[in-house]
């Protein structure tokens, strides 16, 4: 162990992504749970944002891309929206490229999942200090930033 990485750092280091993962399961459980009574799931509400916003007409692809999912889990989880009247497809045959739109009802129904996460947030991050908050995100934006090098073919042996 280096002189300058205490023991403290070091578990730091061994520890952060495995406890932002452990964090990121968490909040979905607590999303989940919020929003059981409107009828969705994180995995259903969203592909509603992603919809919302977009710059223009969303196809399936696009939509899965977005989201890192295949296709056919898309095409599932776009049946149960269409079901429940959130979202509509329009203006193809093959509904791997028809455009997604969301209905009104689907709006509305985004409008009060928008309320429920905002609520959720205030309590999660209620006394934390704003440059605690903010130096957090620059630190986990740099760490997202030097994993997508890392994914890049040429970076293969930077974790070596």
Same mark, same amino acid.
Request: a neutral charge; hydrophobic letters at 40%; glycine letters at 6%.
């Given at each position: 162990? +280096?002189?300058?990485?205490? +023991?403290?750092?070091?578990?730091?280091?061994?520890? /952060?992504?495995?406890?932002?993962? $452990?964090?990121?399961?968490?909040?979905?459980?607590?999303?989940?749970?919020?929003?059981?009574?409107?009828?969705?799931? !994180?995995?259903?509400?969203?592909?509603?944002?992603?919809?919302e916003?977009?710059?223009?007409? /969303?196809?399936?692809?696009?939509?899965?891309?977005?989201?890192?999912l295949? *296709? *056919?889990?898309?095409?599932?989880?776009?049946?149960?929206?269409?079901a429940?009247?959130l =979202?509509e497809?329009a203006?193809?045959?093959?509904?791997?490229?028809?455009? =997604?739109? =969301?209905?009104?009802?689907?709006?509305?129904?985004?409008?009060?999942?928008?309320q429920?996460?905002? $609520?959720?947030?205030?309590?999660?991050? $209620?006394? =934390?200090?704003? !440059?605690?908050l903010?130096k957090?995100?620059?630190?986990m934006?740099?760490?997202? !930033?030097?994993?997508?090098?890392?994914? $890049?073919?040429?970076?293969?042996?930077?974790?070596?």
């Amino acid at each position: 162990m +280096p002189l300058s990485e205490t +023991p403290p750092l070091l578990q730091a280091r061994q520890n /952060m992504m495995f406890l932002m993962g $452990q964090l990121n399961r968490q909040w979905r459980r607590v999303v989940d749970r919020r929003l059981r009574p409107v009828g969705l799931t !994180e995995a259903t509400w969203l592909p509603l944002t992603r919809l919302e916003r977009a710059t223009g007409p /969303m196809r399936q692809k696009d939509l899965a891309a977005s989201l890192g999912l295949d *296709s *056919s889990s898309v095409v599932r989880l776009l049946d149960g929206l269409e079901a429940a009247g959130l =979202i509509e497809r329009a203006g193809h045959a093959d509904r791997r490229a028809k455009t =997604i739109d =969301i209905t009104p009802k689907g709006e509305d129904t985004l409008r009060q999942v928008k309320q429920l996460l905002q $609520q959720e947030r205030g309590a999660l991050f $209620q006394d =934390i200090p704003e !440059e605690d908050l903010l130096k957090a995100f620059e630190v986990m934006s740099l760490l997202g !930033e030097r994993l997508l090098q890392m994914e $890049q073919p040429d970076a293969a042996g930077a974790l070596a």
